[in-house]
């Protein structure tokens, strides 16, 4: 079985600080690792996703993310914050090899402050 | 072709009533997903489709509920007798089997009244 927890159902940070939004997974197997963004009344929206290889992924909208087996944590980042980063960011897991379905965090909703 | 598309994306209805959601995958994709996702939770899944094969099917999805793809190309997802603990957003998403990226549709928000 595999899991995703994200830490903070509530991030708030000032326009231009950095973007730390945490996700820690359980999976048997290796995994692929997503992070997807939802704005209101939207579906999702791919930002990444780590599959195998490079360990840093770099995605769209400035963020990535880095993939720490040790840690079983794919944190995503941004350097600066903008206002439309505002939204609600799911990290998902599936399992490696084949699409399969997804299993998603509970969210993380971000905040953008003047 | 644009990406994923559902209809109707808002459907109110009574409890009791029968409803049916129409997703519209991208065209060369195979596989083709549904997930719900009520307020403040991630989607959680529902059940795929490879072709028009079934291949899974969660233990969320109960008798009332009933999914097709009969040409491989769109779905529809019925629930029959609505209950008020079926208000959701259902989500359709489909993939290329290889690649493993799902695209996600802008959903179809149902509210049971």
């Known amino acids: 079985a595999q899991s995703v927890t994200q830490l903070g159902s509530h991030v708030s940070v000032s326009e231009g600080a950095l973007v730390l939004l945490r996700c820690n997974y359980s999976s048997s197997v290796p995994p692929y690792l997503f992070w997807y963004v939802q704005y209101p009344n939207q579906g999702l929206q791919l930002l990444l996703k780590?599959?195998?290889?490079?360990?840093l992924v770099k995605g769209i909208n400035g963020f990535e993310a880095e993939f720490k087996k040790s840690e079983t944590s794919f944190h995503l980042t941004k350097p600066s914050a903008h206002m439309s980063d505002a939204a609600e960011y799911f990290c998902?897991?599936?399992?490696?090899?084949?699409?399969?379905?997804?299993?998603f965090g509970t969210g993380t909703r971000l905040q953008v402050t003047l | 072709d644009t990406g994923v598309s559902q209809d109707p994306r808002h459907k109110i209805t009574k409890r009791g009533q029968n409803v049916t959601f129409r997703c519209d995958p991208i065209s060369e994709h195979n596989r083709l997903y549904w997930y719900r996702q009520t307020l403040g939770q991630g989607p959680e899944f529902l059940t795929y489709?490879?072709?028009?094969?079934?291949?899974?099917k969660s233990r969320l999805l109960s008798d009332r509920f009933s999914a097709e793809r009969p040409k491989g190309s769109f779905s529809t997802l019925e629930i029959q007798r609505t209950e008020q603990g079926d208000s959701a957003m259902y989500l359709c998403?489909?993939?290329?089997?290889?690649?493993?990226?799902?695209?996600f549709g802008p959903g179809t928000r149902l509210t049971v009244l």
């Open positions: 998902a897991v599936s399992p490696s090899g084949t699409a399969s379905k997804l299993t």
């Open positions: 998403a489909s993939s290329l089997e290889v690649l493993g990226e799902q695209f």
């Open positions: 489709f490879q072709n028009e094969a079934q291949l899974e």
């Open positions: 780590y599959t195998t290889g490079a360990t």
